[in-house]
């Protein structure tokens, strides 16, 4: 294999940027037909392909953002100043989900292979030039949410994908030191 030193100074530079900081544009439709391909060239055990993917442009996410806090039981006064912030500049999102329901692999790794699509998708927006903001928030895990997305009970939602460009980079953030994550296996 051939190595590739602009994608190892790809993934050290990569950084999040806040999903309500992102502005158009977006990708094309080349380009999101691209970063979709490379989201799914991922581990897959077994082959099932458990991941399905969503693709809201700017108005469907309008429409979605105002209906989450009539789905949140008991959804606190701020919900929709805390919704209104996350995301009302992103030119896309992507919604990432994941069944768990085939008895070929463990429930686990077919979870991790659709993590792997929204890594491999966020890696791939970012060598076209553009950041993005991988999010879950309470809406992953509700499933009001799920049936309004028309996500099977059978499935879990993997992440909300928030893609499009800067206005300025975002800050770093601290990383922890190799040392304190890293050891050598000695049996």
């Not at 030119?91 to 692999?105: E, G, Y």
């Not at 950041?131 to 009970?153: C, D, H, M």
Request: charged residues 25%; hydrophobic residues 35%; aromatic residues 4%.
């Amino acid at each position: 294999m051939k190595r590739s030193p602009e994608t190892i100074d790809l993934l050290l530079q990569r950084r999040s940027q806040l999903a309500g900081k992102l502005v158009p544009p977006g990708p094309t439709e080349k380009e999101l037909e691209t970063i979709l391909t490379c989201g799914t060239r991922v581990p897959d055990h077994k082959g099932i392909s458990p991941w399905r993917i969503l693709v809201a442009d700017r108005s469907t996410q309008d429409i979605l953002h105002a209906k989450l806090p009539e789905l949140h039981e008991g959804a606190p006064a701020s919900l929709e100043k805390t919704l209104s912030k996350e995301a009302k500049t992103a030119p896309l999102l992507l919604i990432v989900s994941s069944s768990t329901t085939s008895d070929r692999a463990p429930r686990n790794e077919q979870l991790l292979s659709g993590a792997a699509v929204c890594q491999n998708i966020i890696v791939a927006a970012a060598a076209l030039g553009y950041r993005s903001q991988w999010l879950t928030e309470w809406f992953a895990y509700n499933n009001s949410v799920k049936a309004l997305l028309g996500i099977p009970t059978g499935e879990e939602i993997i992440g909300f994908l928030y893609i499009g460009s800067e206005e300025s980079p975002p800050k770093e953030r601290p990383r922890p030191p190799l040392s304190s994550i890293v050891s050598k296996l000695e049996l």
